[in-house]
């Protein structure tokens, strides 16, 4: 395990980062200090059959051995398969398996943010990223989305405020489709602008899309890393498509991040679960899964057909929500005067919990939203917890 | 998501930490950004079965759901019960599951170190915990080693020494029983004394234990764990017990701890694999696992036998080696003027394979060691491996 002198040493870059710069300029302290450990590299060599093995450490008495940190070939092969609905045309061996993609963005941020970055994100955005990027200690600055998604000017104008305040941007993290928390997918006009607008700015951007094939009206959404997949760190879950218990998600990125990323890994956890790696192998192999998912969203259009439904026959005047064509969410958002916070206790008296806006900021912004999902009740139990939401509104003074 | 201003602004202790310093006190600037989410806390709240909860975002597909961040509540039953057998009393909710030991290891750096930390370990030990530390942006201080473990004075002069310089030693990272990679246990005289040692120098301890239940002569070692629990975090695995594939460990630390420890977790994860979590407990609750313990101990033991025999056998003058009572491995100091790096190509030219010892320091020690794994290996392919690389020995010039 060696530190060379001049990988500590080396200087980042605090300025704007010009168009084509290496990767390698964006990694964290921490990456440059992630270097191949001798001991594995030697695994490798030693793993000949004339060779007898005095080397690494396994256990004889398992069934289940240690895997590679970069997680089982096989499955790597079958997530490029998934990826390729989303238009992305992925290798192998750019992709990480992860404890679901709760992993991929942490070891992402591992690799790519020093205390004090910037990281923009979508306002509102998923709650545990932001717990992520407080844990790397990033600083967050939250960019305004309307029902086309993220607004091309206000992302562009808040690299520029970062730039000029001597902290560009490093990250872009956004959901583009079904997000969380809002629902909303970005228009297709406007992923082409996004890419454009991240390019100039010398920023990078982590796709996160965990919903992307729960679409219940049009096709899946082309992903922003299928245009520029030397700029996009893709995110990917088996999740909300298979089963969360299982945590198994991926990272699929530029080759050069991916390495720091399997290293990253290593030093994380070794390797995934292997009983849970070939769990998911075997049935996408084995298993109807196109059809199976198919069902799935029949299942969930329902769900969310209700609860449109139900906001459109019970909420009061003056409240407004978003019209979500997948994923599991609907944003609402609430008369001028109401807090959510507020509002909580009262609806948990009338039998309703949602989400206060609040927690998906991180500035104190979202009073006047919350969060609804569909995903879990049946359609008479969102009918009912609707109605009672609206009538604690209703009765809002 | 908040930031509380007067935790970001809190100082962080420099001087030598005095007895009973409060375990707040060793926080990572990254631990004291940690809060609890707003959205997770009201999870809880909603799940009372008049409530119809519009809150969580659960896939209703799946039949594995997310679990806890701190792992399944029978599973941490049943490892406090694993550790009862080295004398530790634990309860549930001090325990964490995580992705293998690894990421009990990853998870205790994130939480208590920050860059430029001083972390105290025995040299030579655990690479990958080499490496874990690297990614921390510590600085390893190694500590000399004998036949009974580290050596007390040298533990106490380095504390002495980084508390001089300014750097206090904040952790001691040690694994007391047969050790990786020298096989060597600390003796229980020693025990005591590094535990008084690191006492009164106010540095924490992480007790590194996959290879505790692995004793091939007397019986388990007393964790330092049990005689100071609020000092000592203890690090268990199945990995060597039961299958490394399933990638179960634990961490079991003070209770202020554990609960750091759960938010860096569901940061790092969101939560480990419940088929994983359940296969272990349904394993540990069904199975007649001690008897199955015994029989994992008799075949390691035959292995071990059958490398010190071979080395007794083989071995030319002036090479000297340590004699495990359990766990994987043997260390070989080798004859005055042979690099270990040198002979590594000339020993797989000869068909066998070893682990140079400058594998195990971070500051390129161990030259003339090589470490020795008869884990895995056939008694008789042990037997021919260290016939090899004698004779490779014996050829050196």
């Given at each position: 395990?060696?530190?060379?002198?001049?990988?500590r040493?080396?200087?980042?870059?605090?300025?704007?980062?010009?168009?084509?710069?290496?990767?390698?300029?964006?990694?964290?302290?921490?990456?440059?200090?992630?270097?191949?450990?001798?001991?594995?590299?030697?695994?490798?060599?030693?793993?000949?059959?004339?060779?007898?093995?005095?080397?690494?450490?396994?256990?004889?008495?398992?069934?289940?051995?240690?895997?590679?940190?970069?997680?089982?070939p096989?499955?790597?092969?079958?997530?490029?398969?998934?990826?390729?609905?989303?238009?992305?045309?992925?290798?192998?061996?750019?992709?990480?398996?992860?404890?679901?993609?709760?992993?991929?963005?942490?070891?992402?941020?591992?690799?790519?943010?020093?205390?004090?970055?910037?990281?923009?994100?979508?306002?509102?955005?998923?709650?545990?990223?932001?717990?992520?990027?407080?844990?790397?200690?990033?600083?967050?600055?939250q960019?305004?989305?309307?029902?086309?998604?993220?607004?091309?000017?206000?992302?562009?104008?808040?690299?520029?405020?970062?730039?000029?305040?001597?902290?560009?941007?490093?990250?872009?993290?956004?959901?583009?489709?079904?997000?969380?928390p809002?629902?909303?997918?970005?228009?297709?006009?406007?992923?082409?602008?996004?890419?454009?607008?991240?390019?100039?700015?010398?920023?990078?951007?982590v796709?996160?899309?965990?919903?992307?094939?729960?679409?219940?009206?049009?096709?899946?959404?082309?992903?922003?890393?299928?245009d520029?997949?030397?700029?996009?760190?893709?995110?990917?879950?088996?999740?909300?498509?298979?089963?969360?218990?299982?945590?198994?998600?991926?990272?699929?990125?530029p080759?050069?991040?991916?390495?720091?990323?399997?290293l990253?890994?290593?030093?994380?956890?070794?390797?995934?679960?292997?009983?849970?790696?070939?769990?998911?192998?075997?049935?996408?192999?084995?298993?109807?899964?196109?059809?199976?998912?198919?069902s799935?969203?029949?299942?969930?259009?329902?769900?969310?057909?209700?609860?449109?439904?139900?906001?459109?026959?019970?909420?009061?005047?003056?409240?407004?929500?978003?019209?979500?064509?997948?994923?599991?969410?609907?944003?609402?958002?609430?008369?001028?005067g109401?807090?959510?916070?507020?509002?909580?206790?009262?609806?948990?008296?009338?039998?309703?919990a949602f989400?206060?806006?609040?927690?998906?900021?991180?500035?104190?912004?979202?009073?006047?939203?919350?969060r609804?999902?569909?995903?879990?009740?049946?359609?008479?139990?969102?009918?009912?917890g609707?109605?009672?939401?609206?009538?604690v509104?209703?009765?809002?003074?």
């Amino acid at each position: 395990m060696r530190f060379p002198a001049e990988l500590r040493a080396e200087p980042r870059e605090t300025s704007l980062q010009p168009v084509g710069t290496p990767l390698e300029h964006y990694f964290s302290d921490s990456a440059r200090r992630m270097v191949p450990s001798e001991v594995r590299s030697l695994f490798a060599v030693a793993d000949r059959p004339e060779v007898v093995s005095l080397a690494g450490g396994m256990p004889n008495a398992a069934a289940l051995q240690y895997g590679s940190a970069q997680g089982d070939p096989g499955l790597r092969e079958r997530i490029c398969g998934v990826m390729a609905s989303a238009g992305i045309s992925a290798r192998p061996d750019e992709v990480l398996v992860t404890v679901g993609s709760q992993q991929a963005l942490d070891l992402v941020a591992r690799v790519l943010l020093d205390p004090g970055d910037t990281v923009v994100a979508e306002g509102p955005t998923y709650v545990t990223a932001l717990g992520t990027f407080a844990a790397a200690q990033a600083e967050v600055v939250q960019v305004g989305m309307d029902r086309a998604g993220v607004i091309p000017d206000e992302l562009a104008a808040a690299f520029a405020r970062s730039a000029a305040e001597g902290r560009p941007a490093k990250l872009f993290y956004t959901i583009p489709t079904f997000q969380n928390p809002t629902g909303v997918t970005l228009s297709a006009g406007r992923r082409r602008q996004i890419l454009d607008i991240c390019r100039a700015a010398g920023v990078l951007i982590v796709e996160d899309d965990p919903y992307g094939l729960l679409h219940y009206g049009g096709g899946p959404s082309r992903a922003l890393c299928a245009d520029d997949p030397e700029r996009v760190v893709y995110l990917g879950s088996f999740s909300k498509i298979l089963a969360p218990g299982l945590r198994i998600g991926w990272a699929h990125a530029p080759a050069v991040l991916t390495r720091k990323l399997v290293l990253a890994a290593e030093s994380a956890m070794l390797s995934h679960s292997a009983l849970a790696q070939l769990t998911v192998d075997r049935y996408l192999c084995t298993q109807p899964w196109q059809e199976r998912l198919a069902s799935v969203r029949t299942s969930y259009r329902e769900r969310r057909d209700a609860m449109l439904r139900a906001l459109s026959a019970y909420m009061p005047a003056g409240v407004s929500w978003t019209v979500p064509d997948g994923g599991f969410f609907v944003w609402v958002t609430l008369p001028e005067g109401i807090d959510a916070r507020v509002l909580l206790p009262r609806a948990l008296a009338a039998g309703v919990a949602f989400v206060p806006g609040t927690g998906f900021y991180a500035d104190g912004r979202g009073t006047r939203n919350a969060r609804l999902s569909f995903s879990y009740p049946l359609p008479e139990e969102i009918d009912l917890g609707v109605r009672r939401l609206a009538a604690v509104i209703a009765e809002w003074r």
